[in-house]
């Protein structure tokens, strides 16, 4: 959750100047013996919720791109965000990025584009 220009932090870089727009989701990963019996009940084994955020950049300079770029062209980012249903700030969470690509055209600012960092561990919080 966006709080404050302080509220999404990637290897100490602030984000809120880049962006536009941020979503943030709990993604469920589930065992093989879960499913629905016949009567229509869910069972299962919950392995894991994994944090999810996805950015939404604004138009971009030569040096803002060199910066976001250099930021998820690594195998590993400590992300640290306000996270609303545990009322504090996550702080250096070990997240993996998504594959980048942007647009450009006639030499001019890349245009707007999105990404995505992904936690490399579940939730301790739904344990």
């Given at each position: 959750m966006l709080i404050d220009k302080n509220s999404l932090i990637i290897d100490n870089v602030k984000m809120?100047?880049?962006?536009?727009?941020?979503?943030f989701g709990y993604h469920k990963i589930w065992g093989k013996d879960t499913g629905r019996s016949l009567s229509g009940?869910?069972?299962?084994?919950?392995?894991?919720?994994?944090?999810?955020?996805?950015?939404?950049?604004?138009?971009?300079?030569?040096g803002e791109i060199s910066t976001v770029?250099?930021?998820?062209?690594k195998a590993e980012n400590k992300v640290t965000?306000?996270?609303?249903?545990?009322?504090?700030?996550?702080?250096?969470?070990s997240c993996y990025s998504n594959d980048q690509e942007y647009e450009?055209?006639?030499?001019?600012?890349?245009?707007?584009?999105?990404?995505?960092?992904i936690s490399n561990k579940k939730r301790e919080y739904y344990q």
């Open positions: 809120a100047q880049y962006l536009t727009k941020v979503k009940d869910n069972s299962g084994t919950l392995k894991g919720i994994y944090p999810k955020i996805t950015m939404t950049f604004r138009k971009l300079n030569e770029l250099s930021l998820f062209n965000f306000y996270n609303p249903d545990l009322g504090r700030t996550v702080s250096n969470m450009q055209e006639n030499f001019g600012k890349i245009e707007g584009y999105s990404c995505s960092v």
